[in-house]
């Protein structure tokens, strides 16, 4: 139980206070995603340099769990290239596959930090999107960003 509500306080912090909040120039792509069950919405830049992500900026609005994850997200994906960033998105969707398996969290935590609170999201599968809205934005983006870039994406 004490790990749940570590977990809770580490959702709560990102929501209340949000890293990388704030749409920002320059950047190659913008998507907006939004989660029609339950009205979860976020606009998403990318910005590369080459692969790499130089920044990711967005405004959103809807539940702790949407906006959190956001912001955990820019954490682990900026300075990263896209195929790091995007690999791990494929972790936390792994996590929010797991249906709270603490095993699998265990598994993942070096890897995604703070994103790594959302396990016991994974057990409530109508919340499950509103974790994952952000992540698919990124994904859209990134492709968008690459195939905008004059040589494709290659550095």
């Known amino acids: 139980m004490q790990l749940q509500s570590m977990y809770q306080d580490i959702i709560l912090d990102h929501y209340r206070n949000p890293h990388g909040r704030g749409l920002r120039d320059p950047y190659e792509a913008e998507v907006h995603h939004v989660n029609p069950t339950c009205g979860d919405e976020v606009t998403l830049r990318v910005h590369l340099d080459g692969e790499t992500i130089a920044d990711v900026s967005y405004e ?48 993942l935590e070096d890897e995604l930090e703070d994103a790594v609170a959302f396990a016991g999201v994974s057990k409530y599968p109508a919340r499950i999107k509103c974790a994952l809205m952000s992540w698919m934005a990124l994904k859209d983006a990134s492709a968008r960003a690459l195939a905008a870039t004059p040589t494709g994406g290659q550095a």
């Open 60 to 107: 959103g609005m809807g539940c702790s769990i949407s906006q959190a994850s956001v912001s955990a997200m820019y954490d682990l994906v900026v300075g990263r290239s896209v195929t790091d960033a995007l690999a791990t998105g494929e972790s936390f969707m792994t996590l929010m596959q797991s249906k709270g398996d603490t095993a699998v969290a265990e598994e």
